[in-house]
């Protein structure tokens, strides 16, 4: 049986580059931001210097992750004033624009997950292993709770973000690993497996995206014929019933924290019933 390929009909209505605008410009922004980080190893352009952790632009812009900072805070170490001006700055940012668009125009862990997203949906894939997508809550509970029984920032050792960095730039072969077993776990065992169910960063960013301004509305939802590509492709499918279906009284906002603001529904929707706004 072949596989129905979500966006199909989006692209015949119109066309390629409207069909696939948002995601062309997340991929630019995930690369874009991952050669930054590149470029000073590699090429001695030290536009950015750091990590996702913690970097310094054109040694004068800090930006540090919060969830990094709150658990050195957590585990007892001082912040200088620059990390602690670095995380408002992110922190800031993420209300703005949507906590987990970190996820989706950001990580570079989410290039191995869409990959893996894809590839599952073209070969049409099942997937029979449940997960609960609440326990990536736990870990985070975990991870802070580490902080200060062990007075380190005990996720660094094992982020898939800093593993992937430091595999491209020292190659890495454990690295490498995690990232594997990362795309054949959301490829075999469970659909959006890492970024849906278990990331407790995903989980962290989420909170913010609670309050976020940027948002996701299903402006035109009376104009749904029910095809379900939407649903095919957002990372999150649980996000868009209550604006889609929501009926009469019901929001037409996606307002789930857990909503990447990825834009995928936006482009594959051959109705256009989704488009990018504000909450109110």
Known sequence: MTARI???????????????KWLALRRLSQLAILQLFLLGPFAGVWIVRGSFSASMTLDFLPLTD???ALQSLLAGHALGATALIGALIVA??????????????????????????????????????????TIRYWLLGFILLLA?????VVWEWVNPVTILQ????FGI???WAVVAAIFLFDLLV????????????????????????????AARRDQCTDCMDCYSVCPE???IRPALNGGDKGSPVILSGNCTNCGRCIDVCPQDVFQFSQRF
């Open 6 to 20: 979500p966006g199909r009909e989006a692209i015949r209505k119109k066309g390629m580059v409207q069909a696939a």
């Open 66 to 68: 919060p969830l990094t």
């Open 92 to 133: 800031v940012f993420y209300l703005l624009v949507g906590g987990r668009a970190y996820c989706s125009w950001a990580c570079p862990v989410n290039l191995v997950t869409d990959a893996a997203a894809w590839l599952g949906r073209r070969l049409d894939l099942k997937k029979s292993i449940g997960f609960n997508n």
């Open 148 to 152: 200060p029984l062990t007075g380190a």
């Open 166 to 169: 430091r595999g491209l730039l």
């Open 173 to 175: 072969g454990l690295g």
């Open 190 to 217: 469970v659909r959006r497996g890492w970024c849906g169910h278990l990331c407790p960063v995903g989980a962290f960013y989420s909170l913010p995206g609670f309050l976020s301004l940027l948002r996701v509305r």
């Open 237 to 239: 499918p649980q996000v």
